[in-house]
């Protein structure tokens, strides 16, 4: 092997960066922030359904980051099981191989329960998955390194020679055990996020294949995370925070090699993933208040306080209070005449009942008026919410 550490003095294989305050605060941020999302209790129908939209969200943003254009619309369709014009085979492809990878990985470490060592056969078998099927518009041999005359330059980036890529992955995961001792089962929560940061940014600089290398790398640190217990509804937040930030994800790729260090780079992600963190947290927040607020009406309307009322107008009642926005007022009308739930409901019935209904929900603090406008009283139960956005500042 050529001389790599005075050729790209970047690929060191040593610890050369520093945490600074600040970067810990914000893990340890990411670390409560998880264990909220952990233990929220969404309902199965509605976790899947985050879920699918976390895969789709990680699918776009990894290959959009490598020019792939698919638009949302584009993928749902595809992950639905449809396909689009023949134009687009090859980018349906190479999101439907991203999609499959997240699925199986996923399957794999939450469901089955196992875990690896970063390989070599391990990076290959990821890189096998980002470029299935794909043909000429793979440059590369799906799971094979480069080797001696397939040398490459990324923009302005000239990576190691194809011929020492085996011996500074073989280096690369060699280090990967001895410095973050996974299999000693004693990681903390700082070190797994880091491993996955780093080994990220080791597979970019060493750049071991003719082609793909960004997605096998965002693949590896997806695994990385799930592994150290991200939880799944959330496994798309690196992949989205190096897509939208995609030319700042370069200069601190770039900056990082220049500087030998990583520190930057590491701020830079560890911002995005806490950010991205907070992001999935107000989503779980809303689905938990949701499916309290709707818990809330039932008990309410089947309660003591509802005494004296037929079945029929019971039904009635808790199926419009369901159906009141909750995060602004609308009128009367406008739900009589766009909302489905109202629409039914009183397709029979008077005004006088209409009437009477809301003046029952007002009586009952199910809702609230303003004017000639109505909310759902979701207020009601905000006061006491244990779920609270974790702010820059405070834990």
């Not at 970067?23 to 233990?39: K, T």
């Not at 584009?74 to 014009?85: C, Q, R, T, V, Y």
């Not at 959330?234 to 990082?256: F, K, P």
Request: aromatic share 8%; charged share 25%; net charge neutral.
């Amino acid at each position: 092997m050529t001389n790599t550490l005075s050729s790209h003095p970047h690929i060191s294989f040593e610890r050369n960066w520093r945490l600074d305050d600040n970067i810990l605060f914000m893990l340890g941020q990411c670390e409560s922030i998880i264990r909220i999302i952990s233990a929220a209790p969404l309902e199965p129908e509605n976790r899947k359904k985050l879920l699918q939209v976390s895969m789709r969200k990680g699918a776009q943003a990894t290959t959009a980051i490598e020019g792939n254009t698919l638009s949302e619309e584009e993928i749902l369709k595809i992950d639905e099981g449809g396909n689009l014009p023949p134009s687009k085979e090859y980018l349906q492809k190479e999101v439907q191989n991203v999609i499959s990878a997240l699925n199986k990985i996923l399957s794999e470490v939450v469901i089955d329960g196992k875990d690896h060592l970063i390989t070599p056969d391990l990076i290959k078998s990821f890189h096998s998955y980002v470029g299935k099927d794909l043909g000429e518009h793979f440059k590369a041999v799906p799971g094979q390194f480069r080797t001696a005359g397939h040398d490459v330059i990324v923009g302005s980036y000239k990576p190691p020679l194809g011929k020492d890529v085996v011996s500074l992955v073989v280096q690369l995961c060699g280090w990967l055990k001895e410095t973050f001792h996974y299999e000693d089962g004693q990681q903390n929560f700082v070190d797994q996020v880091l491993q996955a940061i780093v080994t990220h940014v080791y597979i970019a600089w060493i750049h071991p294949f003719d082609d793909g290398n960004g997605r096998t790398a965002r693949l590896i640190e997806f695994y990385l995370l799930l592994r150290a217990g991200l939880p799944n509804i959330a496994s798309h937040i690196l992949s989205n925070h190096y897509n939208n930030t995609r030319e700042e994800y370069y200069r601190q790729l770039e900056q990082a090699g220049k500087e030998k260090n990583l520190s930057r780079f590491i701020a830079y992600a560890v911002l995005g993933f806490r950010d991205g963190l907070n992001e999935v947290l107000d989503v779980v927040q809303k689905d938990v208040l949701k499916t309290a607020w709707h818990n809330y009406i039932y008990e309410v309307l089947d309660s003591k306080k509802a005494a004296g009322k037929t079945k029929t107008i019971v039904k009635r009642r808790r199926n419009i209070a369901l159906n009141f926005p909750t995060d602004s007022f609308e009128k009367i009308e406008s739900l009589l005449n766009n909302n489905p739930a109202f629409i039914r409901a009183y397709a029979n019935y008077s005004p006088m009942t209409l009437k009477r209904d809301l003046l029952e929900l007002e009586k009952l603090e199910l809702i609230v008026k303003q004017g000639e406008s109505y909310k759902a009283n979701i207020e009601i139960l905000k006061q006491n919410m244990p779920l609270k956005k974790i702010k820059n500042n405070a834990i």
